[in-house]
């Protein structure tokens, strides 16, 4: 069965801009969750979508937010982006959030410059 | 809140041989899931071996196998039989089992070289 699918798989914008990423969970699974990568912070949970709800929020400024659609995909939105915000997103998905292992796309490089 | 750490920024081992990832976890819950991730150049998060903190026994797949420690609260990974393939970033994950929801604690992360 297909996997978990980021798109893009690469961005650059400038400081100031908005950006969307996209990602669609393998079938059947109803959780989605973000997370941050970088050298400096290392992994970070962004937040968690189920059935469209908004289940948990880490610690990230408003700037940062997302939804999740019937189909369960779901697509996250940094607004006035900073250079601090350049990183690797991931985005993970899950039967119902439970523990048994999450299924990880292959990220969104986002570059600010 | 919970904290994970690996200790172990780097770790080469040669093929063929036996090499032990350490990680180490604060949390004041009692039931939990732990989890060991392996990131390769791809940059896909691969799971690679679970273990449900109610359960004594060591969770094993495979080469992989866990040693997990609850009153220490350690979760070391050993990896048998090193193959090139497994040259990756490898990652410790904490899930409280207490709370709804998927959110995973991750530790800093071990970059293993594995050496022909």
């Known amino acids: 069965k297909a996997g978990v699918t980021q798109t893009p798989r690469y961005l650059i914008k400038t400081r100031g801009q908005q950006v969307t990423l996209s990602c669609s969970p393998i079938?059947?699974?109803?959780?989605v969750s973000w997370y941050q990568q970088t050298p400096g912070q290392g992994l970070q949970f962004l937040f968690e979508?189920?059935?469209?709800?908004?289940?948990n929020k880490g610690n990230f400024p408003g700037r940062f937010s997302g939804r999740q659609f019937s189909n369960s995909r779901s697509e996250m939105n940094v607004s006035t982006l900073e250079l601090g915000d350049s990183a690797l997103y991931l985005c993970?998905?899950?039967?119902?959030?439970?523990?048994?292992?999450?299924?990880f796309g292959s990220g969104t490089r986002l570059t600010v410059v | 809140a919970q904290t994970v750490t690996q200790s172990q920024p780097e770790m080469s081992v040669q093929e063929a041989e036996t090499v032990t990832l350490s990680c180490t976890y604060d949390?004041?819950?009692?039931?939990?899931?732990l989890f060991w991730y392996k990131q390769p150049p791809s940059r896909q998060m691969i799971l690679v071996i679970r273990?449900?903190?109610?359960?004594?026994q060591n969770a094993t797949e495979n080469r992989f196998s866990v040693n997990f420690q609850k009153a220490a609260k350690s979760f070391s990974l050993k990896i048998s039989d090193s193959q090139l393939g497994d040259a990756a970033m490898y990652f410790c994950?904490?899930?409280?089992?207490?709370?709804?929801?998927?959110?995973?604690?991750f530790g800093e992360g071990t970059q293993l070289t594995v050496n022909p």
């Open positions: 993970a998905s899950n039967i119902a959030g439970n523990d048994y292992g999450y299924t």
């Open positions: 079938s059947g699974h109803r959780s």
């Open positions: 979508y189920f059935s469209e709800t908004q289940r």
């Open positions: 949390t004041s819950e009692s039931d939990y899931y």
């Open positions: 273990q449900e903190a109610y359960k004594q």
């Open positions: 994950a904490y899930r409280s089992a207490g709370t709804s929801g998927s959110r995973l604690t």
